[in-house]
């Protein structure tokens, strides 16, 4: 069965960095889809992170996080990472990767997702 399962989730300071990951498994053609982060605060509709295309050659991002967030991607590891710096306590969230199964970022419905990781910025 064809899965994303995120890691890297956990309790930061104000001001901290975290780094998340995303594995494609169960036989998923990882290096053939963009992969994208959402995230979810609790009642707060989800939101999207940030998107990376297959090769890695072209990223978006959500306002917020400009500047402080990167996505990145090791197809060889099939494995997406989402680098987040200078975090504040309103990135508190359960953050998913998903993926529609297009080679290019979009903004159409996603087909498959991960099960999330929980992100807390607290001091």
């Known amino acids: 069965q064809v899965q994303l399962v995120e890691s890297g989730g956990g309790l930061v300071k104000p001001g901290g960095s975290l780094r998340l990951s995303c594995l494609g498994a169960g036989g998923l053609l990882f290096e053939a889809y963009a992969i994208h982060w959402f995230r979810q605060a609790p009642g707060k509709e989800r939101e999207g992170v940030a998107c990376?295309?297959?090769?890695?050659?072209?990223?978006s991002y959500g306002d917020s996080m400009k500047g402080r967030f990167t996505i990145s991607r090791d197809n060889a590891k099939n494995t997406a990472y989402l680098q987040m710096n200078s975090l504040k306590p309103e990135d508190t969230a359960t953050y998913y990767c998903?993926?529609?199964?297009?080679?290019?970022?979009?903004?159409?419905?996603?087909?498959?997702w991960g099960e999330g990781t929980l992100v807390t910025v607290s001091s």
């Open positions: 990376i295309s297959m090769s890695g050659d072209a990223t």
């Open positions: 998903a993926t529609d199964l297009l080679d290019y970022c979009t903004n159409g419905p996603m087909d498959l």
